[in-house]
């Protein structure tokens, strides 16, 4: 057991667990902005931008959420957000998000974008970076959910187009607290992002990388060594290497599992084969996030109730451990995570005691 969770927490009844689980206030630190694009939005967006889908209607766009594996996944993903062209697309996309995260219980989102999926196609990187970061001001001042954006790199494309990114986001660096690597993973290791990662470390900015979602441990050990991250995105394979779980654990390396989104992209069969719990018993840094919610089936809450739920002896212990967990891997300000940490103790002595 954590040395740190509350002294004999007891056995909750599903629906007291479900209300710990929305009560407990929790950071988001794995939701890529673009992956929360409902199809009624994109419907509305690619309406409003004269923009043609490949699919005619709403349900037949949701009924193509039928994944195998995460390429299947991001050809969808991809093809959703060519709807978004304007400052205000960016800012209606991730305000629609923020609402649903502060009914979920976040007072910490760090949204992931991917600018070179829209400066691409010819979309300013100024329409992209504003946006977001006037709906992050807006979560802050309305919601009372502190914001940051993190910068991903497209690994399937060129370190040199990375370069070509990240100078283009230096004018907008004051909203921008840090890079991360996603997209393909097989064939893509991290060590080919290596110049860019030690570029943006120059500017100050937080490190982090997906690793070990798809691809071997051996792309989590180089995000580390190479790549110097602070947190590792995914990372469940880790359990494939001994060594690899007892640097993690040493490290206290956070890694923001997402497993609403492992099962519906095929790493897992089913919530019940998870290995969160032996993550967890591992004694490793887990948060739980929700990665694309709304293409994976569910907000951060649903990812917690629907784990618990499969997951029995996933109890108050392991929420408030997850719980925690997410805070401190959190880049927020000190000051912010010891009260949130707080609220944290609180809401347990009410709703677990
Ligand atoms: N981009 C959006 N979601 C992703 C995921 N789960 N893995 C890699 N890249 C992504
Ligand atoms: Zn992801």
Known sequence: MNPSVPAALPILSRE???????????????????????????????????VALAYPSVQALREAYAFTNLQSFLDIYYAGASVLLHEQDFFDMAWAYFVRAQADGVVRAELFFDPQTHTDRGVPMAAVVQGLARACRQAHSELGISAALILCFLRHLSE????????????????????????????????????????????GLHLVAHAGEEGPPAYIWSALDVLKVQRIDHGVRCLEDTSLVQRLAADNMPLTVCPLSNVKLCVFPALAQHNLPALLDAGLCVTLNSDDPAYFGGYLLENFVQTFDALPQLGAPAAYTLARNSLQASFAPAQDKTRWLAALDDTFARLAA
């Open 16 to 50: 007291k667990l479900h209300a710990l689980l929305r009560a407990m206030p929790k950071a988001e630190l794995h939701i890529h902005i673009e992956g929360s694009l409902e199809p009624e939005l994109i419907f509305a967006l690619a309406r409003r931008n004269g």
């Open 160 to 203: 040199d187009a990375a370069f070509v990114t990240l100078e283009q986001a230096l004018p907008y660096r004051e909203h921008i607290i840090g890079v991360g690597l996603d997209s393909s993973e097989k064939g893509h290791p991290p060590e080919k992002f290596a110049r860019v990662f030690a570029r943006a470390a120059e500017h």
